[in-house]
Nanobody, 121 residues
Framework: QVQLVESGGGVVQAGGSLKLSCTAS?????????MGWYRQVPGKRHELVATVTNLAATVYLASVKGRFTASRDATGNTMFLEMNNLKVEDTAVYLC??????????????WGQGTQVTVSS
């Protein structure tokens, strides 16, 4: 059972920045796993924000391209999501996930508890 711990959420004004971190309890990238961030707002289905594979390939939601940067650390168990030029519509609970990579897609096997990001106007 892989445990995921997220940090870095908070309240920021529009145009500001936040950096999220997600640390796994094991060196999941060495297992061929990837990591990803989803976000969810009440009443809506969660949406994929960004993923990074074990080979450091990244995928982004179209609306965050150019503003968000996903990366992984060299130790093999942490993913970062640097969020710049935040918009009110980025407000959501951000959830970290990890799982095997298949054809560039990260399976969502394990989930973290989520961290709230609130962007004020």
């Amino acid at each position: 059972q892989v445990q995921l711990v997220e940090s870095g959420g908070g309240v920021v004004q529009a145009g500001g920045s936040l950096k999220l971190s997600c640390t796994a309890s094991e060196s999941i990238f060495e297992y061929g796993y990837g990591m990803g961030w989803y976000r969810q707002v009440p009443g809506k289905r969660h949406e994929l924000v960004a993923t990074v594979t074990n080979l450091a390939a990244t995928v982004y939601l179209a609306s965050v391209k150019g503003r968000f940067t996903a990366s992984r650390d060299a130790t093999g168990n942490t993913m970062f999501l640097e969020m710049n030029n935040l918009k009110v519509e980025d407000t959501a609970v951000y959830l970290c996930t990890t799982g095997p990579v298949h054809a560039g897609t990260v399976d969502t096997v394990y989930w973290g508890q989520g961290t709230q990001v609130t962007v004020s106007s």
